[in-house]
């Protein structure tokens, strides 16, 4: 988050604003992490276009005349820094951006998609740095093929039912009061806790925390029902409600 | 080296992901091994027709986009061994191929399999484009009707200028594909002969497969008609297509009309 705090000369009222910004975390070595970073951009091409970018510099704590070639490095790439995240033993020069401090980590669909289904297992997702306060989403229509909701931090609650072709990808648990014939994958961030649970399951796949069955695995007994999908010593369990 | 080949039409609605079922199972049932690869990104059905939607984990996006290895997407058919899917991602679009990473999958699939079918999607946009661009040999599949035979010259146009073939001075091996054929209402005149078709497209044809119904609830199945119901004249058409499509030289036979005594007594039945 960055905070703006304009001082205006007609009157002296000061208002402040919140804006969401992206952070960067550069790693070292820093030239593969350029190089993954390419790989990103060249998926999601005009991603950072026009999104502010701030460089969390803490993981990296690079030198003082480092700074400005990241910083040229990023602006090749389309990427225009806002601000910088450091440490105050950093100095920055007055060419720099400016220094922010005090960061939340934000929420909402403005965050990186990440592939959930990784084979086996989730790769290493990203820590988070601070506990998130999860938000559930409602979403009151029925969710159509094609359509990807994605919610990475808390539930996804969906009043309708989830077609085939469509999928779910929540970072928490997904309720589904319809028919889930779609994909949905829960605990997507890593949380071997997250469960599954709709009214009737026609699910093409169903996924929790990386452990995925697909609907040919499944049980004929747990196909129409009310079922819920959840962990057990690293397997997924598919069982019907009573 | 496999020979890859895009079925292709231009217009939708013609009966490519069906041919493309049905021509690939009839390649693999002689032992070849088959590689199909839906390029209809956010309009998958490739892999409803063929039964294997209850088991699509991974597609050609996830490949592409390097999250997912080729081998775990492909998915093997459950009746012939050498059968293999990549499906189509429903939830992306088009821009989710890239064309380095169309290449480099089908690099792959060419190094492993005899041969590709690439289901093109409807229309001349980027995603038919890609499906055509490494192709070596093309199906163009076109209904003797004025619409469909205007957009299939189209395609051709595009396969003779856009494909890797055409930019690298070689020029791609065309077949047409008459597909939905009606002998009665071709009898009656309300519909293209097979002569016109050819004489507009000027490309050598690779069979008729007659309009039946049975493809329709084949297609419902899950199942290729040339595998659930080869003795079905469309599944004979589609088989001999096959045939040729191998490099055997043998005559088309246009279906007619059979007006005996025992249609009449049964109930009209085309071809």
Redesign the interface.
Known sequence: MTCATPIQKKSIRFRARSFVAFTLTPEAPLSDWLQDLDQWVGNSPGFFAGRPVVLDLNMLKPLADEIAGLIAELGERGIRVYAIEADSDTTLGADLPPRLTGAKEAMGDALLMQQPEQNEKAAAQPKVKEPQSPSSLMIKSPIRSGQSIIHPHGDVIVLGSVASGSEIIAGGSIHVYGTLRGRASAGAQGNAGARIFCRKNEAELLSVDGWYCTAEEMEPSSRGRTIQAFLENDVLRIASFA | MGKVVVVTSGKGGVGKTTSTAALGAAVAKTGKKVALVDFDV???NLDLIMGA??????DIV?VI?????LS?ALIRDKRVESLFLLPAS???DKDAL?EEGVGEVIDKLRSVFDYVFCDSPAGIERGAQLAMRFADEAVIVTNPEVSSVRDSDRIIGLLDARTMKAEQGESIVKHVLVTRYDAARASRGEMLSIDDVLEILSTPLLGIIPESQDILRASNMGAPVTLSETMNSAARAYIDAARRLEGEDFPVVVPFERKGFLDRLLGRRAA
């Open positions: 956010g309009l998958r939607e209850r088991r699509v984990v991974f996830n986009q390097g999250t997912a290895k775990q429903q939830t992306r890239t």
